[in-house]
């Protein structure tokens, strides 16, 4: 299978002679069937450069159905179990594209809001105007534990605030835009700081990112950038073209994995109880542990419980019933004395064990991909 290529042909078609799973991603952008009847006019008399191409024309509904399942199906085939797939739409086309997803078998995973920070207006002013699309993003299927999910790429992304599902990004415009003689050459191009967070969010260095409905290539562009590979499919050859002359103007990046995506999100370290710190003879049973100004104080038990003024519990439990508070971290909270009389927090004591089981037990880069959150599984790089 060649990789980083538009294949110029019919999505249903060429797709059939994909490899099965061999996609880590897929972008789709198909068709919206918008069922345009007349010609539109602004008020000025100018007329409106919509969509009435050729390409997205149905004679009905069932046909647009039809249509939406064949391929829909082979990007299922394509897809790796591991995989997930964007699918995105309008009012006209969506809500059909996201029953016959669930009916193949996918499972909905989002269903994401961009808005339009300059949507064209509703020039006869007999309804709201149309200021957003929307986003389909699943996972093959429902049993599908391990997938691709970047969150703190994401949060990162957003000023280290989690991501929400409503994205605010301009229209494709200005020198973005592909033209051909002067005019835009795509009626629906999007811009590239949508595929941006869709690729990063969702696959990593080095996967495959397919795209169906590639048009003139923004999916390839990005996916350039990124440091991804990418797999584009195009009927029409003047589109094709376009595409290629935009992606071999893309420079190829020249950063390592890290620079490209960076850890999907910081290292976990190891859960250490407070009974280890007995366990490693850090602490003895008996042991006096004090507040950071000496206010407090209580003994440790033999089993990792501390007793105070007639109470008893957890490090934490027990600082916070003492302070009246609802909780209270008390690996901060409680200090150990030193032999020159100087207080430390006890999570100096839980870092040394740390250290030591890092040193034992040396990891190799970490993981990629946090998975569904419901069954904190991950996916190994």
């Known amino acids: ?95 059909r594209v996201g029953r016959i997803l669930m009916d193949l078998g996918y499972w909905i995973l989002n269903d994401v809001i961009w808005l339009k920070t300059n949507p064209m207006p509703n020039f006869r ?54 033209r051909a003689n002067g005019e835009k050459a795509h009626a629906t191009q999007k811009p590239e700081a949508l595929l941006y967070r869709v690729i990063l969010a969702s696959s990593a260095p080095g996967d495959v990112v397919l795209d169906p409905f590639f048009g003139t290539g923004t999916t390839g562009v990005v996916a350039r950038r990124l440091g991804r590979h990418w797999i584009g499919i195009e009927r029409d050859p003047a589109y094709v073209e376009l595409a290629r002359a935009r992606i071999a103007a893309t420079p190829v990046p020249s950063f390592d994995d890290e620079a490209l995506c960076g850890p999907s999100q910081p290292a976990r370290e190891p859960r250490i109880p407070f009974g280890a710190l007995l366990e490693h003879g850090l602490l003895a049973p008996g042991a006096q542990l004090f507040s950071a100004h000496r206010e407090l104080s209580a003994r440790v038990t033999a089993d990792g419980r501390l007793r105070a003024e007639g109470l008893e519990g957890s490090i934490h439990s027990l600082a916070a019933r003492l302070n009246g508070l609802p909780s209270c971290n008390g690996w901060t909270y409680w200090h150990f004395q030193d032999e020159a009389g100087v207080l430390h927090p006890i999570d100096e004591l839980r870092a040394r064990i740390r250290r030591d089981i890092a040193s034992a037990f040396p990891l190799d880069g970490g993981y990629r991909a946090s998975s569904d959150r419901h069954s904190r599984s991950r996916r190994e790089r």
Request: one cysteine or more.
């Open 125 to 178: 002013g007999v309804r709201f105007t149309n200021a957003h699309e929307t986003l389909i993003w699943a996972k093959k299927s429902e049993r599908q534990a391990r997938y691709t999910f970047n969150h703190w790429a994401m949060k990162n992304l957003n000023d280290q605030l989690q991501m929400r599902s409503d994205w605010l990004i301009p229209l494709c415009t200005g020198g973005e835009r592909a």
């Open 1 to 95: 299978m060649q990789l980083d290529t538009v294949l110029c042909g019919d999505c249903v078609e060429v797709m059939a002679s994909l490899p099965e799973k061999c996609a880590d991603l897929v972008f789709a952008d198909p068709p919206y069937n918008l069922q345009l009847k007349n010609e539109l006019w602004r008020p000025n008399m100018t007329r409106v450069d919509g969509v009435d191409d050729q390409w997205d024309r149905f004679g009905d509904f069932g046909a647009y159905d039809r249509f939406t399942k064949a391929w829909l199906g082979d990007c299922r085939r394509v897809l790796k179990d591991t995989g997930t797939i964007w699918v995105i739409g309008t009012y006209h086309n969506i809500f």
